[in-house]
């Protein structure tokens, strides 16, 4: 597990503890009220934990079919490979792309929609200039 992970769920399970005490030191009129609100914080919190990276997945799908569809206007008669970073610390709607008849670059992508697309990286070989590059976009297409 991630670091950044561990401590998003150490922080909540400290936080739901923390609301879990002061709920049983309220009185017993509003203490069933204020368990049954530390339950479903709880129960919000276990469903983020284990929805997201399923929800992240399923935009990625998405950003890529995007992207391809870009790419296929852009440069036509090409192919390509589109993978990207795992990891909590990457983007991950962050997509490399590395054409076949550019083998050594990778160019990253930022797929906000369809029609926000945006070169925003890419890795060069040692010794050439990113204009180099068959495929690098000037900043702001």
Same mark, same amino acid.
């Given at each position: 597990m991630h670091p950044i992970t561990v401590i998003e769920i150490t922080a909540s399970v400290i936080c739901v503890v !923390? !609301?879990?005490i002061i709920a049983m030191l309220i009185p017993k009129k509003a203490r069933k009220i204020s368990l049954f609100l530390v339950l479903s914080i709880t129960l919000v919190l276990i469903?983020?934990?284990?929805?997201?990276?399923?929800?992240i997945d399923y935009?990625?799908?998405? /950003?890529?079919?995007? !992207?391809?569809?870009? !790419? /296929?206007? /852009?440069?036509?008669?090409?192919?390509?490979k589109i993978d990207r970073k795992v990891g909590r610390q990457y983007n991950p709607y962050s997509l490399d792309v590395t054409f076949e008849n550019e083998?050594?670059?990778?160019y990253s992508y930022l797929v906000r929609?369809?029609?926000?697309?945006?070169?925003?990286g890419y890795s060069v070989?040692?010794?050439?200039?990113p204009e180099d590059g068959q495929h690098h976009e000037t900043t702001g297409q």
């Amino acid at each position: 597990m991630h670091p950044i992970t561990v401590i998003e769920i150490t922080a909540s399970v400290i936080c739901v503890v !923390l !609301l879990f005490i002061i709920a049983m030191l309220i009185p017993k009129k509003a203490r069933k009220i204020s368990l049954f609100l530390v339950l479903s914080i709880t129960l919000v919190l276990i469903s983020w934990f284990a929805v997201r990276p399923y929800w992240i997945d399923y935009q990625v799908s998405i /950003k890529t079919e995007q !992207l391809n569809l870009y !790419l /296929k206007q /852009k440069y036509p008669n090409q192919e390509w490979k589109i993978d990207r970073k795992v990891g909590r610390q990457y983007n991950p709607y962050s997509l490399d792309v590395t054409f076949e008849n550019e083998k050594d670059w990778t160019y990253s992508y930022l797929v906000r929609d369809n029609q926000t697309i945006s070169q925003n990286g890419y890795s060069v070989p040692d010794g050439k200039s990113p204009e180099d590059g068959q495929h690098h976009e000037t900043t702001g297409q």
